[in-house]
Structures are given as C-alpha cells and as structure tokens.
C-alpha cells in the first residue's frame, strides 16, 4: 500500500513536471517560404546581445532550446533567432557551392535541442522602431500560409523594481517584477548598460535585461554574450508577411501549438487515431 | 490602546509622507536641443534604482520617491549619450543634465564555449532605406551606407578597399567605368546594392583560390528590367564674354571678360537591362565647365594588357593654373559620346564592346609679373603672359570575349585607341629696368604649336584550365603604338628686331609583347606551388629631327635615328603557404635580359646581356579581427632605359635643348629592402 503510494506520487510528481515543459510542437517550417535568402539590411548595428532560451547547461549550445540576438542600431533594434540565421547563411552557401537546385534538408544546419520543432519565440522577428513593435511571425511547417504580421506599441510592460542584486556576465543587475498578459514574469536587469531593451518582447527598463523568465521557469532566457562590431539587421521581404492583428495571430499561434494535427488537416491514412492535444503553455495567456 | 496606536500610525504616515523627495528637470544637449534619454535615481552606495522615468518631447522628466538615505545618486543614460549621473542630497529639487553624444562604452564578454562566425559574405543593402530627400542617382544613396565611401573622382571603396569589380545585375557592362553607372542609373530604379566580399569572377578559380577582393552588384526592380529607359535634360544661359582667339586678342588687355556666351549643357543617356543583353548609351556637352570627362575614368581594367608607351620627351609649356575649384576657371567646350553592348548568348558567354569618344576644347590663361627691388631708385620687371588652347579628340574602342565555365576560363580583349589632341600657345615675355639707368632687357612673343597625335593598339588572350586538380593559366599580349608628334615655335624678339622658328619632328614606335604561362599545383589544402615561363619585348624605334637650332659645338647631331630593343626571358618559381589567418610567399625568379641599341646615323650597335636574379619573400599574418602583421624583403636592379640613350639633341621645350647618352648600359642600382607594417 505504502510502496504503492510513493510510486503514484513519484509518478504524479515527474507527470507534472512534464506538464510543466512548453511542448514546441509542430514542425519546423519550409525555409523557402519564410523568405529565408530575401532578407535585406534595414539598419546597423554595433552591439549585439545573446541570449540562451531554456538551456539546460548555459556553457553548451547544443542544449539550448533557441540562441536569440538583440541587435542594437541607430533607428531600429530587432529580436530574433541567431540558430535559424546562421542555419540560412549555411544554406546559401552551400546550394551556391553544389549549385542544388533541389531541397535542402529542412532542419540542416540548425543547432540547438528541438531543432526539427517550430516554436514562435524561434520563428518570430520582433522589430522595435521607436516606439513601435512588429512581429514577423511565421508558422510552422504545412501553415506557412498562415505567416502574418501586426504591429502594437512598445514597451508594453509595468515594472516594479525591487532591491535583490545578482551578478550576471560581469554587470550587476538589479531584480524587477511584472505581470504581463497573464504571468508573472521576473527579470534582472543591468543598470550600467544604457540600453532599454531585452530579449522578445521585455524592455522599458532602465538597463539590459540579461536574465528574465517567468515564475514557474517555463521560459527562460539568459544572456550569454555582448558583443561589438557590425553587424547589419536583417528583415524579411514585407510581402511574404502581410499585415494582420496581435489577437489573429495569437490565437492562431496558440492553435498549432496546442493541437498542430488537427490544425493543419492531417488524417492517418491506416486510421489511427489522432493523437491528444498537448497541454500548452503559452508565454502570452491573452 | 487603540489610540496610541492610531498616534503611531499617524505619526509614521507623517514621517513618510515627509520623506516623499520630488526631482525633476530637463535633460538636453549643448545646444540646448533635448535627448532621447531616461532619468533613474538609487540611494548613495546600494545602487538599486528607485524610480525612473523618460524624458518627454521637451526633454522634462519628474522623479517621486522614498528613501532614507542622505543623498542619491541620479542618472541620465540613453543609449547616444552613455550615462551621466549626479550626486545630491535627498530632497525635493530641479535637477538639470546638459549632457553630449559619446559612443556606449561596453565591454565584450561572453560566456559559450565558442562564439559564431558570420560566414556568409554576400550583404545586401535595401536601397529604400538609405535613400534621402535629395538622392537623384544611385551614387548618391552609396554615399549614405554604412561601409561604402565614394571618393570625389568616383572610386568606390568598401570597408577601406577598393572595389575590383561593379555588376548591375551580375553582369559586367561598364569594364571598370563604373562612373557612368553611378552617375546616371536612377536610385528609384535600384532595389537593392549587394556587397560581394572574397569575390572570385572567375568561375573555375572560386574554391581553389582565396580571393581578397570586393565586389559591388547592383539589383534592379523589375520595373526596370526589360525596358528602354531614356532621360534627356537640357540647359542654356548666358554670360558675359568677351572675344578670344589666339592672335587676335590684345594680350596686354586685361579688362576684357574671357568666357564664352552662350552657355549650354545637353545629356542623352538611354539605359537597357535585360537578362541577355544590356546596353548604356549616352551623350554629354556643356561648356558650363563641367569635366564630363570625369564619368569616363577607368577605375579598374578587366585584364591585364601590355602597357605602351612610345617615347617623347617633347612638350609645350603651358600657363599655370590657380588654386580655384576647376568649375569656376574651366573655359571649356566637352562632349562625350559613349555606347557600352553586352551580349550573353548562353549562361557562360559574354561579348562585350565598349566605344568613348571624347572631345573637348580647353582655354587657359596664365600671368606672373615679378618686381624686384634692386637698389633704392631702381626696379626689374618681369612679365609672362600665355594664352592656350588645347584641342582633344580622344576614342577608345574595346571588344571582348569571355566564356567563363566551371571548367575552363576564355578572355579576350582588343582595344584601340586613338588621340588626336594639340596644344596651341602664345606668350608675351618682357623683361625691363626702371628708374635711374632703364634698360629694355627683351620683349619676346613666343608662339607653340605642338601636335601630339597617338594610336595605339593591343590584343590581349588569357586562358586557364584545369589540369586534374591543378590550373594552368596562359596570358599573351601584344601592342603596337605609333606616335608622330611635331613641336613647332617661333620666337619674335621685338627688341633685337630677329625671328626665329624651330622645329621638332619625334616619330616614335613602340612593339610590345608579352607572354606568360603558369601552372599551380596544390599540395594538401593549404601549400601552392606555381612554376611559369614568361618573356616579354619592349621595340623602341626613335627617330627624330631639329630644325633651327644652332648647337654649341661643331658637328653636333640633330637628328636620330634608332631602335632600342629589350628581350626578357624568365623562369619563375612561386611557393606559397595559405591559411584563413596567415598567409607566407616565396618567390624565386631568374630572369635572362637583354638589351640592344641599332643606331643608324651613328653606324654603332651595341647589345648587352645580363643574367638576373630578384629573390623576394612576404608574409602576412592576422592576429585578430583589427590586427594585422605584415613582413617582406626583396632585392632587385634596375637597368637603363631610352631616355638616357639618344645622341642627337631634342628640344624637350623652347627653354630646354638636350642630350643624353651613357657609354655603356650597365645596371644601375641594387636595392635590398624590408618592411614590416603592424596594423
């Protein structure tokens, strides 16, 4: 009866910590239609920021669920995904070396742990020009015609700074807290780095945000590099996004995330059944 | 009890609404101008912020909280502005930053175990969001993106290096002038300038070699493809003139305005871009002094041909220029006519033919007068007036063929080049003392006439192939130039009453050939051998004849008539040991040269014959990203030349009559040098 008991709670426990994962569902996206050889240089940047998304050992990027880049220019900063740029840049040179005129295989070059997965915080551009955010956001593989994007104002965030101190890449950085669309959201942020920004969407605090997540750790980022030098922002072709409403392309986000099969029409031809939703934790509850 | 409590708490909510501090104030420039900036303010020594707040539109913030310590510290950060913070005592206040722009000071840190390399090496520019108001052509949107400068006669650099190769559409119409491109293609018809670093234009070379150089293409809309485009603009004015003409103009006159009326300016430029085939046409004049010359500089050539360069030393002398910009004291009358063809029949062939032709007729005009003191009541003066006009005709015509496949390279290229330019000058000299003992020392009129007309014509073949895994590459260049040049002068002497002409007739014509071969060999990826055999031959045939002249000695020779001939074999060995970083070179060369003079008026024919050996050796090394070292030595001679090797007198100009002629042809100097460069 007690051993019984114990295994049950053993068992509750690891299901709930499952539970508790973001399961990146879907696959990841057909890179020709995301635009992926037709982005163009909007601005440049000196500074650029890197951030670690769920990492399980911050030393080892394989373990990373994504390695973000905030990259700092004049008129425009831009958040987005470092693994699926440099997973491009690959793909270009390659097809220009074997001049291949076929596909490229879909998850090639693409670091990081869930690399065949599609995730939006991955797949997302998040452009920030004064006070205006745009999300490029594009959908994974079979509902790339889904790919929109919307506009909404930025910061969007209230926060309440508190006292406790942690060191971070060498900065001292401060603690603040929010409520955001639903969560609870903690971030340390450096005061002597005069840049307003962070990873995704945080900012509009007076300092780098270098560490933020949310209180039951889902998501996770944590600086890993600042660097110096040029590096030129790079944005998708606008028609490949056309405009549509955060709420649109939330809902739709929380669509393929939750039940992807179903979303994008698949049957089993042996008629097996679908498999069951997956409970999704989204970073924006509304 | 309940009401000492209710005392205490009332006491305490004045004690904190006492210690509620206010500080607001306004962050702005030195000017006066606001600053994007944000205001944040944390207790002396904790540096945990309290509050902070963003500066509005007028560059005002307001601050509200509570502390208990003495004094807080203040910060104005923005991201142009870095951070400035102040030290004041905790109460209610005005605080004003006048702050000024300074770059972000952040230190590099990171904490992965290895960091990403960008390695793609095409950059795209989108041309929309570099253009400004005011950007009519593509050049001038270049100007305004980060990494390219545009120098003041149209070169381009990137990243400090100049570019090797310009493309509209990855098609190489203009063959080095890309001025006219810049110049006249509309920035509105550009979608997007492509940056092409290590770019290789030979197909068959791009993984063997790495390639240092930059390249610039541009990508067109498809509004612009496939259409003939045609812009004219035409302009007139007038401005006060005066005659000119050489002769006619009394030359000590200075109150007469030189110039020409009416003014005009005229441009005809018809653009073509398709996939096959492009086509640039264009016509430019004015006489408003614009160099319209300027567009067709050559800034890089597609190979390397034979350079010639018939010999004359022979030259008027022209008025001098002033220190103004050359639009305001240019007195010209330029045209240029050029048509630009470019055919691709399949995806590897090109044929290309390039015609300019340019002509212009400039006036210039020169005075010095010098006055000297010599003693208290008396004074030299001198004085030098000259009128000129030189008349160019010049048209270069270039045709080409190119087939270059993955697996073997073709060039072609034929050019021709004609000038027929001529100086015309007249000058007044006078020279006299005043006061107490005048004396006329000369009043000369000296009249030149130099016609300088040159033709020239080079063929140049260039193939490299593909031999297993190594390359063999062959260049042969031959030329021919041809240049009559006659200077005649005339000098009245109004003083002495006497006449006297001379005249210089140089007829020169130079051969050139040259003709190289080498074969690479790769050993594993990093180590490049190549072995060559190259000769070359500079024929030099000088004749010429003075007239007038009256030499200081006797029997003194006026003419000449010669051929001076260089042969040049070589054997060269180059080693070389290549990684991304560091790079190292050793070259080995041996050359056999030989030099022969056939002078027919003096009957002597002389040949020497030297065997040659320029060892040479550099290394370059890149530390880091910002940080280069550079080391070499070489040693080489250098051996005689025309110029020191001709007999006869020849009038250089009417001030200078000379000779020069060296026993014997032996080499001159040795030189051993080396260098080191830290970047």
Known sequence: MKQTLITTLILAALCGGAWAQPKVNGSAPTREKRGYNQRVAIDTAHVRV???????????ESTYLDLGKLEVGKQVWKYSSEFVYSSDLKVTEWVREKGYKGNVPKTAFIRGEKSDKWSELVYSDYTIRGKQLEEQACFPLWAERENSSYTEPWPLMQWTLANEQLSILGHRCQKATCRFRGRDFVAWFAADVPIKGGPWKFGGLPGLILKVSDVQNIYVWEAVAIEHGTYPIMQYPDKLYPKSTRKSVWQRQKKYNEDYRNAIGWTSLEGRPMPPKVRFEPLEKE | MHRLIITAMLAFAAIAASAQTVI???????????????????PKGTGNILVFADTDAKGHYRLEFTTEADSVTVSASGLAIGSHTKQVANRSQRLDFCVKEQAMQ????????????????????LVGAYQQQGDRVIGDVLKHMPGIEVADNGGIKYNGKTIKKFYVEEMDLLQGRYGLATNNINASDVATVQVLEHHQPVKMLQDKELSDDVAINLKLKNSAKGTVAINTMLGGGAQQAGGWHIGKRPLTDSQAAIGQSPLWTAEVVGMYFAKRRQNMTLY???????????????????????????????????????????KRTFDNHSQILTMNHLEKPNKDTELGLNIAYYNDRIRREGSSVGDQFVSDDSRLLASEAMTSETKLNNLNIQGRYNRNAPNGFVANVLKVDTHWNSDRVDGLLASERTGTDPANYGNNRVRQHFDRPQLSVSNTFNTIRNIGKNTFDLHFSAGYAHRPNTLTVGVDSLLQGTSTAYTQDVNSHHIAASFNTSYAIRVGQRFRFSYGVSATANLHGIVTDLDGFTPPAEHAQLSNDLWYNTYCVALAQTYKYETPNFYIGLGLPLELYTQTLDDKIRNDQHGYTHLLFFPSLSANWSISRDLWLNAGANYSKTVGDPGGIYSGYIMSNYRAFQRSYVEQLRPRNAMVSVRFKLL
């Not at chain 2, 607001?24 to 944390?42: L, P, R």
């Not at chain 2, 004049?285 to 300027?294: A, F, I, L, P, Q």
């Open chain 2, 24 to 42: 607001e104030g306004t962050v702005a420039d030195a000017q006066g101008k606001h600053v994007e900036a944000y205001v944040s303010v944390a």
């Open chain 1, 50 to 60: 890197l951030y670690a998304l769920n990492a399980k050992d911050i030393k080892d």
């Open chain 2, 284 to 326: 430019k004049g004015n006489n408003t002094g614009d160099d319209v010359s300027k567009e067709l500089t050559q800034h890089y050539s597609s190979v390397n041909s034979v350079s010639l360069y018939p010999f004359c030393p022979t030259g008027a002398l022209m008025p001098n220029g002033s220190g103004l910009p050359q």
């Open chain 2, 106 to 125: 952040l230190k590099e840190v990171t904490v992965r175990a290895q960091k990403i390399r960008q390695n793609g090496d095409t950059l795209s520019y």
